[in-house]
């Protein structure tokens, strides 16, 4: 049965039209084969009876079977839309029939008058169903007329007679195909609509997914972007601080030369040895230091960074001996108070990248600010608690507007003039992202231009 049914149409909606078509021809085809074999059993029991009512519609109603099974045949092949039309044509005539023959007053003519308005909507187009409605208004007001005026002589012999089995029959048997119909366009139309609500959540949900994929997609896209930015700011940043790196690297150079130099003089006369010997170990010092300080410039520009515990004084003294040429040409006096050595767990060239960072921005607060300022210092002071451990980075320079606060750690902004080339805008940016994904910490800003600017870090202890 269903291999006679399923549609083969391309379409939801003329898939469904040919469906019902499909179900009303089987339905028709057993209908009208069954009304047959009733004018066969009456002609072979009661032939006086078939000879005087049956016989006249036996022969159309054959030939209606014949035309109903060409119909599905051509319906299976592709041709459901003119299967419909022509349906809908022999159910016309087969009703305009009854109503010539019987008047216009007849009951299973009205019927399937109705039942032919409803196949016209369902199986063509409400559209067409209205021209079907006019054609059989029209078609009763003329019959009706001729009827009236004896033009056209019906047989209303029924309208005497009692109302018999086979009335009842053919009447539920119309009502039947009627409901058939209803439910069978009901259906169809459910299923595509469950079908819509289906497909409408699964692009609901697919165009959710993605823009979840695009979020993360572009999140993923900011942070390498960001990476790879903080790498080219760590060699601007070590362009722009290089005369001061070259000049503290001088000192020690220096001082290792003429150490070795009086070494070397006062090694060459006896009795001296002990002076030679403290020159030696003034030149090692100098050489220690440049050897720090060189290691510490390395790990800033690399981002050679490991995860161990390491201490906060030691990578904020090696920070601000980067930064103390830059200081010094400034003006600025760099100060560092740590009560206690502070360990800490994490990358330490991070946390040196963070120190970098903020120092910088404050000895560059103080490029507005009067040159006869007394307290031109940058206190950096180190605490800790039972908790958490805190630095925080103190400047009493010009300070930050208020409504600027809120986008300082945005990427690309700066307060600092383009034409003075010391601002990119990512350092602050490059900061608080460490602090948040490398330290799991938070970083906080007040600022005014009467008492300068405080940055506050806190980093959870133990952290990874």
């Known amino acids: 049965m269903n291999k006679l049914l399923i549609p083969r149409s391309i379409g939801e909606d003329s898939?469904?039209?040919?469906?019902?078509?499909?179900?009303?021809?089987?339905?028709?085809?057993?209908?009208?084969?069954?009304?047959?074999?009733?004018?066969?059993?009456?002609?072979?029991?009661?032939?006086?009876?078939?000879a005087t009512s049956a016989y006249s519609l036996f022969v159309p109603m054959s030939i209606i079977l014949g035309v109903l099974l060409l119909l599905f045949v051509l319906s299976r092949k592709g041709y459901f839309r003119i299967s419909a039309y022509i349906i809908i044509a022999i159910f016309l005539l087969f009703t305009s029939l009854m109503s010539y023959q019987w008047s216009v007053g007849v009951t299973a003519a009205l019927l399937i008058d109705m039942l032919v308005i409803v196949m016209a909507g369902v199986l063509i187009s409400t559209r067409f169903s209205f021209v079907i409605t006019a054609l059989l208004v029209l078609s009763l007001f003329v019959l009706g007329n001729l009827q009236l005026h004896?033009?056209?002589?019906?047989?209303?012999?029924?309208k005497v007679l009692p109302w018999s089995q086979q009335d009842t029959l053919m009447t539920c048997i119309i009502f039947i195909v009627a409901a058939t119909l209803s439910w069978l366009s009901n259906r169809e139309t459910e299923r595509s609509l469950r079908r819509a609500h289906i497909s409408e959540a699964a692009l609901r949900a697919q165009r959710d997914s993605l823009e979840l994929l695009v979020e993360e997609r572009t999140r993923e896209?900011?942070?390498?972007?960001?990476?790879?930015?903080?790498?080219l700011y760590s060699f601007a940043e070590f362009g722009r601080l290089s005369s001061g790196l070259f000049h503290d690297l001088m000192n020690p150079l220096s001082a290792v030369s003429l150490n070795v130099e009086k070494a070397k003089t006062e090694g060459q006369t006896e009795g001296d040895l002990f002076r030679a010997q403290h020159y030696l170990e003034k030149a090692f010092v100098a050489a220690q230091r440049m050897e720090r300080f060189i290691r510490a410039v390395r790990k800033q520009i690399g981002k050679q960074g490991e995860l161990k515990e390491f201490?906060?004084?030691?990578?904020?003294?090696?920070?601000?001996?980067?930064?103390?040429?830059?200081?010094?040409?400034?003006?600025?006096?760099?100060?560092?108070?740590?009560?206690?050595?502070?360990?800490?767990?994490?990358?330490?060239?991070?946390?040196?990248?963070?120190?970098?960072?903020?120092?910088?921005?404050?000895?560059?607060?103080?490029?507005?600010?009067p040159q006869d300022q007394k307290d031109r210092t940058v206190v950096v002071n180190i605490s800790q608690t039972s908790t958490h451990s805190m630095c925080t980075v103190l400047d009493h320079g010009v300070g930050i507007d208020q409504e600027h606060i809120d986008a300082i750690f945005e990427p690309f902004f700066t307060t600092k003039p383009v034409?003075?080339?010391?601002?990119?805008?990512?350092?602050?940016?490059?900061?608080?992202?460490?602090?948040?994904?490398?330290?799991?910490?938070?970083?906080?800003?007040?600022?005014?231009?009467?008492s300068g600017t405080l940055f506050t870090l806190i980093f959870p202890k133990n952290t990874i």
């Open 311 to 369: 201490s906060l004084r030691e990578e904020a003294s090696q920070v601000i001996d980067i930064l103390s040429y830059k200081a010094q040409v400034a003006e600025v006096q760099l100060v560092l108070v740590v009560p206690d050595d502070i360990v800490l767990l994490g990358e330490p060239v991070r946390f040196s990248q963070i120190l970098l960072n903020l120092i910088t921005n404050a000895i560059d607060a103080y490029d507005g600010a």
């Open 419 to 450: 034409q003075e080339t010391k601002g990119s805008g990512i350092g602050l940016s490059i900061a608080k992202t460490i602090i948040e994904k490398d330290f799991n910490g938070t970083v906080t800003v007040e600022s005014s231009p009467v």
């Open 221 to 231: 896209l900011k942070e390498t972007q960001l990476e790879k930015i903080s790498q």
């Open 150 to 158: 004896n033009v056209i002589v019906a047989d209303t012999s029924w």
């Open 15 to 50: 898939q469904r039209r040919e469906f019902i078509l499909n179900v009303l021809l089987l339905a028709s085809i057993t209908i009208f084969a069954i009304a047959l074999l009733c004018n066969l059993t009456i002609a072979i029991i009661d032939p006086t009876r078939f």
